[in-house]
């Protein structure tokens, strides 16, 4: 089934995922197209953005923002066109970034509406190198990490929609940079395409043995989105006054109790005091929304100017979201994940 004028696919959390989430914790439902009244626009999906934080929407577990109910259409940022309107300021046919979820369609009072440039060659963009993972990777890296001239920026899951740009950054600023990616394809796309001076595959058994061989002068920024078996090889390299910017661990995200073994906070504490090491989590617009305009100035320059390359992992058809999902959370995505909801 594909988008339809008449029918708003919605996919809804069936249930919460016991470690893993499967295709059973989905449910596609079927309503009615939504109708605007007054002060309301008809948004129509054209794309949605899958990101590593749904996972945590799917648990009843508390965190930063609430969960998603049982039998709710999945929560997601998407980039849409206004379909109806009797809201001031919004015509048919604009293009607005929204946060109307996994399904077709949506109606919207203007709350948290932004609406696109209609020139922007690319609108996916907003949900990728001009949106929320471009907006992390750039005041996490630049205003957590502080990467100075020379030094040794390391960043996991490199290819990603994050760590892509921390690392474009990090080169724009001087640094020498060093990915961790997933598999051969990945880390040479890493090195030849987004100019990195070196990626090491995270698969290989060898990883923190290549990981100090690729950082002979320590790591001076490590930006960090994973966690588990890549932090351990990490951690030892951090040299006095590193900073570690923390806006994810997806290592862990499908983890249904503690790692076995024993108790390692203490080695990451004495390294955290020992070495002076600042590592800071950040939210990104709860903490940096007010510094939005200044992102998308500089973004905006050097995406025009060729400085950023980006690369986007598109799948048609909001039915196939669930499995692209669960592969983003496996590392099966290369570039940012969108799904394409409707050909536009």
């Not at 690392?167 to 997933?182: E, H, S």
């Amino acid at each position: 089934m594909t988008q339809t004028p008449t029918v708003n696919r919605q996919l809804q959390l069936a249930s919460r995922p016991v470690g893993a989430p499967t295709a059973a914790n989905f449910h596609l439902a079927t309503t009615a197209v939504p109708v605007a009244g007054p002060g309301q626009v008809l948004l129509r999906t054209v794309y949605l953005s899958l990101d590593p934080y749904m996972r945590g929407r799917m648990s009843e577990a508390a965190s930063y923002a609430a969960s998603v109910a049982v039998g709710a259409p999945m929560v997601g940022a998407t980039v849409c066109r206004v379909q109806s309107s009797q809201l001031a300021g919004f015509a048919v046919g604009d293009w607005v970034l929204a946060y109307t979820g996994w399904q077709d369609y949506a109606v919207s009072d203007g709350s948290g509406l932004t609406k696109l440039d209609p020139a922007m060659a690319r609108p996916s963009y907003a949900l990728g190198v001009l949106g929320m993972p471009g907006f992390t990777a750039y005041m996490g890296l630049l205003d957590i990490g502080a990467p100075k001239t020379g030094e040794t920026v390391v960043v996991a899951a490199a290819t990603g929609a994050v760590g892509s740009v921390v690392g474009q950054i990090a080169k724009l600023k001087g640094c020498r940079v060093v990915g961790i990616a997933g598999g051969p394809e990945k880390c040479r796309s890493a090195v030849e395409e987004l100019g990195f001076d070196a990626c090491i595959d995270h698969h290989s058994p060898d990883l923190a043995a290549l990981l100090a061989a690729a950082c002979p002068k320590g790591i001076d920024v490590y930006f960090e989105n994973v966690g588990g078996k890549v932090f351990d090889a990490v951690l030892p390299l951090l040299n006095a006054a590193a900073r570690v910017p923390l806006c994810g661990l997806i290592a862990h995200y499908n983890a249904t109790a503690l790692p076995e073994g024993p108790d390692r906070s203490p080695l990451l504490m004495r390294n955290l005091l020992t070495k002076r090491i600042r590592m800071q989590g950040f939210i990104i617009f709860d903490d940096y929304g007010h510094r939005y305009p200044e992102f998308a100035k500089d973004m905006s320059q050097w995406l025009a100017s060729g400085q950023i390359k980006v690369r986007e992992d598109i799948v048609d058809d909001l039915e196939n979201a669930p499995q692209a999902f669960i592969g983003l959370l496996e590392g099966k995505n290369f570039g940012k994940l969108i799904v394409r909801v409707a050909n536009d």
